[in-house]
């Protein structure tokens, strides 16, 4: 099955600076990979996914890149802001006979400071 | 704003005892997650099911779990007996699937303490 690794599994930045999040996966069929976001005792929320036919995508201050042939991709998150401090989890769909499940990392603690 | 509902909340049991958790699927989501989080293992997926019917629940230990769709609208997940073990945040997901991939949208979690 599917294996996701994500690293690294804290991190601390000022409010400000730049932070990556960077995951990789197994299965060389997998196609979609989504971030969540999970403040504490909430939720895991959707806050951007790609799919394997395009490299990179952008929402606001967040962006995905996507490399297939290294079967890794990337959380990039510009301007951080004290409210970004979350766990983030990425995940890779992994599947067979027409549907998909999930695979998730571990997750990130990122913490910023103002 | 649609989302995913789940009761109950937080529920403390004695091991043995036998623990029902329930999730509502956004209106028209065709499919159904259920995942357990700790902190050793994370997130891990324990069944799924699509238009009702239960297509993966190979995470889920079979002597003691049971996943159950009585309805579209109603999702089961019962723990019996339980054990100090299965302590974790059970959360439920659902999402519409057209295609073979597609967003998951989670429900607020039930925080299950066993003693």
């Known amino acids: 099955g599917e294996n996701v690794e994500q690293h690294p599994s804290t991190l601390s930045v000022q409010e400000g600076d730049s932070a990556v999040i960077k995951c990789t996966y197994s299965?060389?069929?997998?196609?979609?990979f989504p971030w969540y976001k999970q403040e504490l005792g909430k939720r895991p929320q959707l806050i951007i996914d790609?799919?394997?036919?395009?490299g990179e995508k952008k929402d606001q201050r967040i962006a995905v890149t996507l490399n297939k042939t290294a079967k890794h991709f990337s959380l990039h998150i510009t301007e951080t802001q004290p409210e970004d401090s979350a766990v983030y989890f990425c995940?890779?769909?992994?599947?067979?006979?027409?549907?998909?499940?999930?695979?998730f990392g571990k997750g990130t603690m990122l913490l910023v400071s103002p | 704003d649609a989302r995913v509902t789940q009761t109950p909340r937080h529920k403390v049991t004695e091991m043995g005892q036998e623990v029902t958790m329930r999730c509502q699927p956004i209106?028209?989501?065709?499919?159904v997650f259920w995942y357990r989080q700790t902190m050793m293992q994370g997130l891990e997926l324990l069944a799924y099911?699509?238009?009702?019917?239960?297509?993966?629940d190979s995470g889920m230990p079979k002597d003691r779990f049971s996943a159950e769709m009585p309805d579209a609208t109603l999702a089961t997940l019962k723990i019996q007996p339980s054990e100090p073990r299965d302590s974790a945040v059970y959360f439920c997901?659902?999402?519409?699937?057209?295609?073979?991939?597609?967003?998951?949208?989670f429900g607020p979690g039930t925080r299950l303490t066993v003693t």
């Open positions: 997901a659902s999402g519409l699937a057209r295609t073979e991939t597609y967003e998951q949208y």
């Open positions: 299965d060389s069929a997998s196609n979609y």
């Open positions: 790609i799919r394997s036919n395009v």
């Open positions: 995940a890779a769909s992994s599947g067979n006979s027409g549907y998909s499940t999930l695979t």
């Open positions: 209106l028209g989501h065709n499919t």
């Open positions: 099911f699509r238009n009702r019917a239960p297509l993966d």
